[in-house]
């Protein structure tokens, strides 16, 4: 499922010749022009459509891999200069993971942010979209993580985490669960959005900023806490965040509230040059 706006939008403005959607029950006509909807799975799709197509001739591959190539060059520098923030504590979480651990991601920011980087093939990604609620992750992570023997991480938004914090009363969690909370303050993707920040009435009822911490809530449910609000530390406490401990373990990444979109903005902008 795409949950990007932007690519949704790109896709919707210049529309693809053909569009097959490759699902055993259901087909999205996500950008207008659905053509045929394949009722198999994406191994038997692409196995048949391995033995009928041939390659074709045309510099079609080239193109989007020298488009990739100076997007990543961007990408890479803009990242060089960018200060501590919700895309940095990105940058370094995601290469911390786990090989063949199980990741799951909350709703919001998080998908989004993640969708921005490399991620590793031997980990296996979640992301519970439901109606796109912020409820649930936390249950979605754990409920997976009881009948599992790998690791599980979840990372999400503080929002989520809070909203979904009754999730952590039961007595079944692995010892090797971690949850990474990314605490902007509040929804910060709604600061990502075109609009008026910054007053009264957005921080109050649109980006319902707050300054609640999950240290008691770590606490009461028995779980390691550790928190960071700047790179180093952060860096330094990720090295032995998934390492064997006698309980499961949260570690909060406090983050710049109102730097955050800023620097997501500046990202984007920087692709236009
Ligand atoms: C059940 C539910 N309630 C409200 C919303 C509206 N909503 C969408 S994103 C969001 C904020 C999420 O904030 P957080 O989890 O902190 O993530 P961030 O965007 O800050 O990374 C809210 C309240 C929703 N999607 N689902």
């Keep these: 499922m795409v949950v990007s706006k932007k690519i949704k939008a790109y896709l919707r ?10 699902n055993p029950k259901k087909a999205f006509d996500t950008y207008f022009n659905l053509t045929k909807h394949y009722k198999v799975r994406a191994n038997t799709f692409f196995k048949k459509y391995k033995e009928v197509i041939a390659a074709g001739e045309g510099n079609y591959r080239d193109h989007w891999l020298a488009v990739k190539g100076r997007r990543t060059l961007k990408h890479r520098s803009y990242l060089e200069t960018t200060p501590f923030s ?11 993971v786990p090989e063949e651990s199980v990741l799951h991601l909350s709703n919001s920011s998080t998908i989004r942010y993640v969708q921005l980087f490399n991620d590793k093939p031997s980990v296996d990604q979640y992301c519970n979209r439901g109606t796109s609620g ?6 979605t992570a754990i409920g997976h993580a009881v ?19 009754n999730a952590l009363w039961n007595n079944y969690i692995p010892n090797n669960f971690r949850i990474i909370i990314i605490n902007n303050g509040g929804g910060g993707i709604f600061r990502i959005l075109p609009g008026n ?10 980006e ?7 240290k008691q809530l770590a606490l009461m449910y028995g779980f390691d806490y550790i928190v960071v609000s700047e790179e180093n530390t952060l860096i330094e406490q990720l090295s032995s965040f998934y390492s064997e401990g006698n309980q499961p373990k949260i570690i909060e990444v406090f983050t710049p509230r109102t730097l955050n979109d800023e620097i997501l903005i500046g990202y984007f902008n920087n692709f236009n040059d």
């Design 13 to 22: 403005t210049y529309q693809p010749k053909a569009h097959f959607h490759v």
């Design 86 to 96: 919700d895309l940095k504590a990105f940058q370094h979480i995601l290469p911390s």
């Design 134 to 139: 912020i409820d649930g992750s936390t249950a």
């Design 147 to 165: 009948q599992s023997s790998k690791q599980h991480i979840l990372i999400t938004g503080d929002l989520s985490f809070f909203y979904d914090s």
């Design 197 to 206: 920040k910054n007053t009264d009435d957005f921080d109050t009822y649109f």
């Design 208 to 214: 319902t900023k707050h300054q609640l911490s999950a």
